[in-house]
């Protein structure tokens, strides 16, 4: 069973601040890059930000500053600290899992998504 579920989403105004949280299977957590991915009406999926199992992040440069990644190895679970929130973060997030062998793909798993909605 592999299975990563979100949590944390929700409606506030702009300038507030969310935290979402994914809770990751024990079987992948330790060893996949974990990820925050959103999509927008209208829009294709995009990287948010992603931490190695090493504690390596990376982000979208529209998030730079205002968005923090973080995991906890003992709780099987990633983070996305959110603030200075801006109407234009407004989509569905979701966690993803994956992991990777030089060019090879060996997993790439999704949860079902936590809605944001930023009011102006």
């Known amino acids: 069973q592999v299975q990563l579920v979100e949590s944390g989403g929700g409606l506030v105004q702009a300038g507030g601040s969310l935290r979402l949280s994914c809770a990751a299977s024990?079987?992948?957590?330790?060893?996949?890059?974990m990820g925050w991915y959103r999509q927008a009406p209208g829009k294709q999926r995009e990287l948010v930000a992603r931490?190695?199992?090493?504690?390596?992040?990376n982000y979208a440069d529209s998030v730079k500053g205002r968005f923090t990644i973080s995991r906890d190895n003992g709780k099987n679970t990633v983070y996305l600290q959110m603030n200075s929130l801006k109407p234009e973060d407004t989509a569905v997030y979701y966690c993803?899992?994956?992991?990777?062998?030089?060019?090879?793909?060996?997993?790439?798993?999704w949860g079902q998504g936590t809605p944001v909605t930023v009011s102006s």
């Open positions: 024990r079987s992948i957590f330790s060893s996949a890059v």
């Open positions: 931490i190695t199992s090493g504690g390596s992040t």
């Open positions: 993803n899992a994956q992991r990777s062998i030089i060019a090879t793909t060996l997993y790439d798993y």
